[in-house]
């Protein structure tokens, strides 16, 4: 399979513990991107990277949530001390960014279903 | 009041019938308009996408976007079960960096 792989595809953890997600894009995107989804509700836009770049973050990001993409491929999401609000479908999806077209198409992974008890 | 507004329905029809999902939205600087699915479990993909005002036909898919209305429709014609999912609106201003979403209409298309 080459699309967009999430891990884990689910974690159920405690309040107040941290939680790290890892996506790895499809090869050769050099764009990757992290949504969040609650049930019934659209993904929000959290983030973005261009290689190890990151460009720009929602206000939705508090200071609880890190993203890195250290060598420009996979990435991770962390969550320090995870609050009950944070439970939610964490997704994230990739694309080829280039300055012949200014469409480009993101594709979306599986998502990492988080439950804070 | 939210920058995209979607009807989650539920939206339930017979197989073969014409189908009908719209959004509409508040921000004009939005020039690039998708259409994702997304079945339970897994993440949306894309079904189309428009630049600026216009229909664009893909098989039983067609999408329109009026931008003088703000308003945005997907018309699914002879469908089928297994178009039942969920159906996303997805709007962006420019480079489709920072798409923003509907809600989500969840269709069933019953045999």
């Known amino acids: 399979d080459t699309g967009v792989s999430q891990d884990p595809r689910h974690k159920i953890t405690k309040r107040g513990q941290n939680v790290t997600f890892r996506c790895d894009p499809i090869?050769?995107?050099?764009?990757l991107y992290w949504y969040r989804q609650t049930l019934g509700q659209g993904p929000e836009f959290l983030t973005y990277f261009q290689n190890e770049a990151q460009l720009e973050k929602s206000r939705l990001l508090s200071d609880r949530f890190s993203a890195e993409r250290p060598k420009g491929s996979f990435s991770t999401l962390e969550i320090q001390r995870t609050e009950q609000g944070d439970s939610a479908m964490y997704l994230c999806a990739s694309s080829v960014a280039s300055q012949r077209a200014s469409y480009n198409e993101q594709f979306f992974g599986p998502g990492t279903r988080l439950t804070v008890l | 009041q939210k920058e995209v507004e979607q009807d989650p329905g539920p939206l339930s029809v017979p197989e073969g019938a014409i189908v009908s999902l719209n959004c509409t939205y508040s921000?004009?600087?939005?020039?690039?308009f998708m259409w994702y699915r997304q079945y339970s479990r897994k993440g949306p993909e894309l079904l189309m996408y428009t630049y600026s005002s216009g229909n664009k036909e893909d098989g039983r898919f067609t999408a329109q976007v009026d931008k003088s209305s703000k308003y945005i429709s997907l018309f699914i014609r002879d469908s089928q079960p297994s178009d039942s999912a969920t159906y996303l609106c997805a709007m962006s201003a420019w480079n489709n960096n920072d798409m923003r979403f509907g809600a989500g209409t969840r269709l069933t298309v019953k045999p």
């Open positions: 921000n004009s600087a939005f020039q690039y």
């Open positions: 090869s050769e995107h050099n764009r």
